[in-house]
């Protein structure tokens, strides 16, 4: 549990967290690896656990009729896949496939969201970390709707 | 007896030695050194190309400087004039001035990291800068091309891009907004990779190329990084005519984007940049 604690305390995404914090997200977490080509996520399914990416590529994939399996994002070391589990229902919107082998600390979603309704200051510390994620997405995706290297006559 | 001034206002006759298709739309002409104008370039600096007939674009060099008698354009057919010199084969004329503008600031490069941010056809302009940055590398501390680009197959210099991957001395990484399989490369952004780059915000110069709107985000992205404005250089798109700041069509802000630019640093055109009517 302590190497546990110690790769989330390292991880970006929790960066400079209080090492109690640290312990009560241990708690939820444990190892997990990918194959290639395994999904980590599947579209429609309960958002119970989400991932710490630790090394591999995991592609977010969509399937639309006619035009196949589109990769919308890729996520690599360092970084967080899955935040559907943030908010009801609580379901994947995407698939999410390993593109190599890939190493993840996997957080089991309720019991995370449970230690956060119980302490608040924990669910503000994750809250924080977790909207800087999600604006940055969101930036990011504004920026690949607009299809800057498209033409535009 | 002198040798006379050149007039910079009219097209030497210029013979397209080879074409070379680099993506659907994008073409790299090859012009001929005989008869092309007898200067060595900047990296970063552009010619005025004449397609006969159509009309005179601004267009970067994309090849060697160390190679002045292989004068190289990347054009990519989206108007009138820049369809016509795509459609150009081996041994047809246009017309060529230049070199014009200010060029990427490899001196002030020299003993810091630097990082090249291209999107789309914005590689081309820096390939030159790459071309030198690679020919003098022990200058430099750590090199990293971060290339985004719409999907895989309009991504630029294959094979230039592989070989560069296989360097030690140079990080490149591609990412494409969209993709479908097999890619198996980032999508995403090229935002996304600045982010991923860990730069060394204190010794990093960026230089940045591509649409402007993605300039802009990339600037602020290298700025969450900690890059001073300062450390930001990009390469800006107007409406250039005369090449010599004299027509003013390329005006942005205090800027004739012809003489002063195209490349120029970040704190100089900012607040121009956000100005929605410039």
Redesign the interface.
């Known amino acids: 549990m302590e190497q546990l604690e110690q790769i989330i305390a390292a991880h970006p995404l929790f960066a400079g967290l209080r090492p109690e914090y640290a312990r009560l997200i241990g708690g939820c977490a444990h190892n997990v690896r990918f194959e290639p080509g395994q999904l980590l996520l599947r579209h429609g399914a309960s958002a119970d656990e989400f991932y710490l990416l630790r090394h591999g590529?995991v592609?977010?994939v969509l399937t639309a009729a006619g035009?196949?399996?589109?990769?919308?994002?890729?996520l690599?070391p360092?970084e967080l896949l899955g935040v559907s589990w943030l908010v009801a229902p609580y379901r994947w919107m995407y698939d999410a496939q390993a593109?190599e082998t890939v190493g993840a600390i996997a957080i089991d979603a309720a019991c995370l969201r449970a230690k956060s309704a119980a302490d608040h200051d924990l669910g503000f510390e994750l809250a924080q970390r977790f909207m800087g994620v999600l604006v940055?997405r969101l930036?990011?995706a504004r920026?690949?709707l607009?299809?800057?290297?498209?033409?535009h006559? | 007896m002198d040798t006379p001034l050149l007039d910079p206002l009219r097209p030497h006759i210029a013979r397209v030695r080879s074409t070379r298709r680099e993506a659907p739309d994008v073409w790299t002409l090859e012009l001929d050194a005989d008869q092309a104008p007898p200067c060595g370039f900047a990296p970063g600096q552009f010619n005025m190309l004449t397609a006969f007939g159509v009309g005179e674009v601004p267009i970067s060099f994309s090849g060697d400087p160390a190679e002045p008698g292989r004068v190289r354009h990347t054009v990519r057919a989206v108007g009138a004039v820049s369809s016509a010199l795509t459609r150009l084969d081996c041994g047809a004329v246009l017309g060529v001035r230049g070199p014009f503008g200010t060029g990427w600031p490899l001196p002030e490069a020299v003993g810091r990291d630097v990082v090249l941010i291209a999107g789309g056809l914005g590689i081309a302009p820096l390939r030159p800068a790459l071309y030198q940055l690679l020919a003098e590398r022990a200058r430099y501390g750590r090199l990293s091309l971060l290339y985004g680009t719409r999907g895989p197959r309009d991504i630029l210099f294959r094979r230039e891009l592989e070989a560069w991957r296989a360097r030690a001395d140079l990080t490149v990484e591609v990412t494409v907004d969209h993709a479908t399989h097999p890619w198996h490369g980032h999508v995403g952004v090229v935002t996304t990779l600045i982010e991923r780059a860990r730069l060394d915000s204190d010794r990093t110069l960026a230089l940045v190329c591509g649409p402007e709107v993605m300039m802009r985000f990339a600037a602020e992205a290298l700025g969450a990084a900690g890059l001073a404005a300062e450390a930001i250089f990009l390469s800006l798109e107007r409406n250039m005519h005369c090449g010599l700041g004299t027509c003013g069509h390329c005006q942005l802000g205090g800027l004739l984007v012809c003489r002063d630019g195209p490349v120029v640093r970040y704190d100089r055109v900012r607040d121009a940049l956000r100005i929605r009517e410039l």
């Open positions: 590529t592609a977010l035009r196949g399996a589109l990769t919308v994002q890729t690599g360092g593109l940055r930036h990011a920026l690949q607009l299809d800057v290297y498209g033409t006559r």
